[in-house]
């Protein structure tokens, strides 16, 4: 299934992204991965809040497909159509924050991801409201975004008994 989402985001970003462009993006895109591992860096010495299963890879394999190929292609897809207008951005991120936590439902309900120790669907909607804003922070204030991400870290740590 992994595979598949990963072929489905390569085809939606060919096709929607701004590949004429794409290196100014390229930054954002390496913080999207980046805070990817740092979770998985953190969670695999403690405990996960969620957990993508494996399937015909191992779970490496499968965190690399997500961390390499398809979290950063959708921040691609993301910031490459992002309005100007701040009431299109207000719907931009409510269609964004659907789809995600559709996709998040879906993939819980089959599960393809599998949530622990407290975490669930509506901890994911949090998350998500707070994803995406710091992507675009990041695409325009980098050190802001950067800054923020560990005090809002630091916060999830602390909320769920990692600190």
């Known amino acids: 299934m992994h595979i598949i989402i990963g072929i489905l985001v390569i085809i ?13 993006y390229y930054p ?4 999207t991965s980046l805070s990817s591992f ?6 695999h010495s403690h405990f996960h809040l969620w957990e993508l299963e494996k399937s015909l890879f191992s779970l490496m394999g ?3 497909i997500h961390n390499l190929i398809i979290n950063p292609l959708i921040c691609f897809v993301f910031l490459s159509k992002f309005p100007d207008q701040f009431r299109h951005q ?3 991120y409510a269609e964004w924050v659907i789809l995600f936590l ?3 439902w879906i993939a819980s309900h089959f599960s393809i991801l599998t949530y622990h120790n407290g975490w669930n669907l509506w901890w994911s909607f949090l998350f998500i409201l707070i994803m995406f804003p710091m992507i675009r922070l990041h695409y325009i204030h980098k050190l802001r975004a950067l800054i923020l991400s560990v005090i ?8 769920f008994d990692y600190l």
Do not use: Q, R
């Open 12 to 24: 939606i970003s060919y096709a929607k992204g701004d590949w004429e462009n794409w290196e100014k």
């Open 102 to 104: 559709a996709a998040e």
């Open 38 to 43: 740092v979770y998985e860096f953190i969670s």
């Open 28 to 31: 954002t895109m390496l913080y």
């Open 152 to 159: 809002i870290s630091a916060s999830y740590l602390f909320l």
């Open 62 to 64: 499968v965190h690399f």
């Open 90 to 92: 207000m719907i931009y």
